[in-house]
């Protein structure tokens, strides 16, 4: 085997470990924040929608719940455990619960849903440019109205 060749079958050797640990899927944690219960359909919808991209909690995916219960005032320090925990993203049901997310992380990305105008609740500059850490659904915002015609 000529010198180059032996080189370079040892280096590749040396990067298996490597590539091989690459692969292993590492387990993505997602945190749920809402001020109701977990028998909201739209949570169901999230991990279905989830699990149909290859998403399979306990697999490749883990959700970790923080419920306020109805009491909004929980939502912030719900919000500093789904922090503490290191979760990979947050997903906040309404206004209040993405408020609380975003108070409590510049760094983690939050996906807001049900949000009716994040631009006025101060989450996103706008909707062209939300900046920031903050990303998701908006409902009928100020702008949206504006640029709406009349037929």
Do not use: C
């Amino acid at each position: 085997m000529r010198r180059r060749q032996f080189i370079a079958l040892l280096g590749g050797a040396a990067t298996w470990p490597l590539a091989a640990r690459a692969q292993q899927s590492a387990i993505r944690v997602i945190g749920i924040l809402s001020p109701e219960t977990p028998a909201t359909p739209f949570v169901e919808a999230l991990r279905v929608g989830l699990q149909e991209l290859g998403y399979v909690d306990g697999r490749n995916i883990r959700y970790e719940y923080r419920w306020a219960e109805g009491n909004f005032e929980r939502l912030p320090d719900l919000a500093v455990e789904l922090v503490r925990l290191n979760v990979d993203v947050i997903v906040a049901f309404v206004t209040a619960a993405s408020l609380a997310a975003r108070k409590a992380t510049a760094t983690i990305p939050i996906v807001m849903a049900f949000v009716n105008d994040p631009i006025r609740a101060g989450l996103i500059a706008s909707l062209a440019h939300p900046g920031g850490n903050v990303t998701g659904t908006a409902g009928a915002t100020a702008i949206l109205f504006a640029k709406q015609r009349i037929a």
